[in-house]
């Protein structure tokens, strides 16, 4: 299940990718792939081991699971914006 994401919704990450991306980056979804499908992205391609998203992450490509992935619409974009500008 995508969790009813979109491409080009953005979400929040919920786990890092290495030293690259901390969990919190904000994240721009790109390309669905169901657990177990032959996936090509780019040129790049790949056995999605679970449900997955190609994400852009500081202008890079990047896979996120859907279960490390939190949608940042609704009233959620706008209390983080305005934690944001609080700091």
Partial sequence: M???FKPGDLAL???PIGDEAPAGCEVE???FFHEG???KY???EFVAEWDLWVVRLHGR???FGVHHLMPLRGDF???QQK???AV
């Fill in 2 to 4: 995508s969790r009813n």
């Fill in 13 to 15: 990450t919920l786990a």
């Fill in 29 to 31: 979804l790109l390309k």
């Fill in 37 to 39: 499908s032959d996936a």
């Fill in 42 to 44: 780019q040129g790049i």
């Fill in 61 to 63: 490509l990047a896979a």
């Fill in 77 to 79: 974009t706008h209390e």
């Fill in 83 to 85: 934690a944001k500008e």
